[in-house]
């Protein structure tokens, strides 16, 4: 088969749909491989607000595969003849299982400082209203986080560049900023009605969502800050 002939076989609708429908598979089965030890510890704990503590260290695997998912999806090229999905999510991995650990596990630890803090907050005799406040920060920690995440997933740069860019593109590019929001409520909304395992089951789709939604994010990254 010609190159041409390969290449008109793989840039169909329906050819692009299939490589999609594939990748994700790949991707959510070497995700949940890579996240198996705390997600199998994490469905093993009792819905309580004592466990949070331990809730944040089974999370911690999740994010260097969470990591290598982002950059499978960014770099895979949907086309039928040149799908290497799992390739793509191992070298991720190994390229960035330090620099997300390094983002992911602050990010971790903020979220559980603040989620312990809104549990108790009768016992600590502070009004209701206190929930407000906590619940901001704690929204604008995640997105923060999320955007760091990304960026280190799909970027070679210092940690704490990362984390200023990260800062930086919540005001640079609000709508991403408001996606990334919108995706994390619909998580915590289905994992709170469903189960983790809900969410579990969608975790390529949800890394596919974060990478198409944080398009304008990296694209001026790529044209303002790689040389």
């Known amino acids: 088969m010609s190159t041409a002939a390969r290449r008109d076989f793989g840039a169909g609708p329906l050819s692009r749909g299939a490589a999609l429908v594939y990748t994700l598979l790949v991707v959510e089965l070497l995700l949940l491989l890579c996240a198996a030890p705390g997600l199998v510890a994490l469905f093993a704990l009792e ?5 949070l503590p331990l809730v944040a260290v089974c999370a911690v695997p999740l994010g260097p595969a969470l990591s290598a998912a982002l950059y499978a999806l960014h770099h895979q090229r949907l086309d039928l003849t040149e799908l290497h999905p799992g390739r793509l999510f191992w070298r991720g991995y190994r390229t960035n299982l330090a620099g997300s650990l390094l983002v992911w596990m602050p990010t971790l ?3 559980t400082v603040i989620a312990v803090n809104l549990v108790n907050l009768p016992a600590a005799g502070l009004p209701g209203w206190w929930s ?3 619940m901001l920060v704690g929204a604008g920690v995640a997105v ?8 280190t997933s799909l970027f070679t740069f210092r940690l704490r560049d990362v984390l200023r860019l990260a800062g930086y593109f919540v005001l640079r590019t609000p709508m991403v900023a408001v996606g990334v929001a919108l995706l994390l409520a619909a998580a915590t909304l289905l994992t709170l009605v469903v189960s983790e395992a809900a969410l579990a089951a969608l975790a390529s789709v949800l890394a596919l969502a974060l990478v198409r939604g944080g398009g304008p994010m990296i694209d001026v990254i790529r044209r303002e800050f790689v040389q």
């Open 144 to 151: 923060v986080g999320v955007n760091a995440l990304v960026i």
């Open 109 to 111: 630890l903020w979220l």
């Open 132 to 134: 407000l406040p906590l």
């Open 47 to 51: 819905r309580h607000a004592s466990n």
